[in-house]
């Protein structure tokens, strides 16, 4: 459509305008030959029927050139030209409203793996807080964090008789690994949640055993006074100690053979971690 030359359009619409101009100067020259045979009378008439004819075919050769430059840029405009560019742009439209699709639900999917993906990790989060709770909590009570709270601290010692009557017993007169035990059972069942002796802890492998005058607690030598520290209730701790039926025995020769016993209520009684280690020689996890 661009190649239409203009100089080719105004040629053609030259020939063709003498083309049509050609009838017309033959007539001219016709009428010419009887102007000369005609009167003086008759110039005027004459004159003016050859300034019609020429008029008229300037008319007609000016209309004739703008008809032949409209036909031959018509291809410019033409129905298949239309259609041409008409099915160019519906094609575009077509690809950029795919792409768009595309584009949305690449987009959507981008959206549901986030959102699966902060649920996940909230999920992992939950559970990550839940395990360290569990530990924090397994840890206390496996004797492996120092705690604090309220409860009672009690303290036992030795007779303070200076003499003992010749027909008594010495071992009435000291505190035994049996006597520490019947303590510490009376204390876990009144509701005991750590206890420790002279500064050891308390734990499931914990053995006390008496070795001459002094107890091993923890492959740690204890010797009177022993100093029991418990967290828990403290009136019920208390309340156990002094009137339970497995402290019975113990506190009727406490009595008996002056053994001091002091036990103190208190709001903040601090137990220690256990220092030791842990060996199972037998025990394994079940699976």
């Known amino acids: 459509m661009a190649s239409i030359r203009p100089h080719l359009i105004l040629n053609g619409g030259c ?21 000369r045979a005609l009167p003086q009378a008759y110039a005027h008439l004459w004159l003016s029927v050859v300034f019609l004819l020429v ?17 031959s840029a018509a291809p410019a405009s033409s129905p ?13 439209i077509s690809r950029l ?32 807080v839940g395990i360290n709770n569990e530990m924090a909590r397994l840890r206390a009570a496996s004797g492996l964090v120092a705690l ?5 601290v009690a303290r036992f010692d030795d007779s303070t008789v200076r003499s003992i009557p010749e027909n008594d017993d010495p071992v009435n007169y000291i505190l035994h690994d049996y006597d520490l035990r019947d303590i510490l059972n009376t204390l876990w069942a009144a509701g005991a949640e750590a206890i420790s002796i002279n500064g050891e802890r308390i734990v499931s492998n914990t053995s006390l055993y008496c070795v001459g005058t002094t107890v091993i607690c ?10 029991v520290s418990a967290i828990g209730d403290s009136h019920a701790l208390s309340a156990a ?3 339970s039926p497995q402290m019975e025995k113990f506190n009727r020769r406490a009595q008996a053979y002056s053994l001091p016993v002091k036990i103190d209520q208190r709001q903040q009684v601090n137990v220690p971690a256990y220092s030791g280690s842990f060996t199972f020689k037998y025990a394994e996890a079940e699976k």
């Open 15 to 35: 020939r063709f305008g003498h083309a049509l101009s050609a009838p017309f100067a033959s007539a001219s020259s016709s009428l010419a030959r009887v102007r």
């Open 55 to 71: 008029g008229l075919a300037v008319g007609v050769v000016i209309s004739a050139q703008g008809q032949f430059q409209m036909a």
């Open 80 to 92: 298949e030209a239309r259609k041409l560019d008409s099915e160019m742009i519906a094609a575009t």
């Open 97 to 128: 409203e795919s792409e768009q699709s595309a584009l949305r639900s690449q987009v959507a999917d981008l959206r549901a793996q986030l959102s699966i993906a902060q649920r996940t990790g909230s999920t992992r989060k939950s559970t990550q």
């Open 148 to 152: 604090r709270g309220p409860g009672v």
């Open 218 to 227: 923890n492959v740690t030598r204890l010797s009177p006074p022993y100093e």
């Open 241 to 243: 100690l002094r009137n």
